[in-house]
């Protein structure tokens, strides 16, 4: 089955740049979801087909892939992006969806 | 405004039943594709199941799949999983989303927790 692995925690001072990554065989080929999830609330979507922001996200945050390795990008982080980040694809080949483990991001 | 609730949740015996519900407004339920995903306590989010819009394709993760069903009633506006055979490692809170235009879950409810207890 399809893994993906981000990295457990990731931390970053305000005003600085957070990069979360989500590694998984030949990702490129795929299209990446990302879900911010604050304690005690649901996930709510961040970004969609690798690099699209739903309406009401801030521009600050964008998304790349290439090879084996997704990546998320907040710019001129706030202590408001203080949450747990999740990466999600599509397995075509089980028709499963599948997420990552979530990367914990730390406003220092 | 799109909003969804889920309901049905509780304290469950180990090998009990129960069936979640997940009511919907705001949107053409039955134009989309549904999931349920989970996330056991203090852990990360777990893809459960996913139906289409007139509910005749559905999948399921392996942990779950011959245990649970997942269903709908596209004239209540309504998302349902049925879980049979429950054991301990099936707590968690369950979700249910939408999925929108291309695999992106773009809506979630608020979840309902769900507690397996021998």
């Known amino acids: 089955s399809y893994v993906l692995t981000q990295p457990p925690s990731v931390s970053v001072a305000p005003g600085k740049t957070a990069t979360i990554t989500c590694g998984g065989n030949?990702?490129?080929?795929?299209?990446v979801e990302w879900y911010q999830q604050k304690p005690g609330q649901a996930p709510t979507l961040v970004l969609y087909?690798?690099?699209v922001r739903p309406s009401g996200v801030p521009e600050r945050i964008s998304g790349s892939h290439s090879g084996n390795t997704a990546t998320l990008t907040i710019s001129r982080v706030e202590a408001g992006d203080e949450a747990d980040y999740y990466c999600?694809?599509?397995?075509?080949?089980?028709?499963?969806?599948?997420f990552g483990g979530g990367t914990k991001l730390t406003v220092l | 405004e799109v909003d969804l609730e889920e309901s049905g949740g509780g304290l469950v015996q180990l090998g009990g039943s129960l069936r979640l519900s997940c009511s919907s407004s705001?949107?053409?339920?039955?134009?989309?594709?549904m999931h349920w995903v989970r996330q056991a306590p203090g852990k990360g989010l777990v893809w459960v199941s996913r139906?289409?819009?007139?509910?005749?394709?559905?999948s399921y993760a392996d942990s779950v799949k011959g245990r649970f069903t997942i269903s709908r009633d596209n004239a209540k506006n309504t998302l349902y999983l049925e879980m049979k055979t429950l054991r301990a490692e099936d707590t968690a809170v369950y979700f249910c989303?939408?999925?929108?235009?291309?695999?992106?879950?773009?809506?979630w409810g608020r979840g309902t927790l769900v507690t397996v207890s021998s």
């Open positions: 989303g939408r999925e929108g235009s291309v695999t992106e879950i773009d809506y």
């Open positions: 705001g949107f053409p339920f039955s134009s989309y594709w």
């Open positions: 139906i289409n819009s007139d509910g005749s394709i559905t």
């Open positions: 030949n990702i490129e080929s795929k299209s």
């Open positions: 087909y690798n690099n």
């Open positions: 999600q694809v599509w397995d075509s080949p089980s028709d499963h969806w599948v």
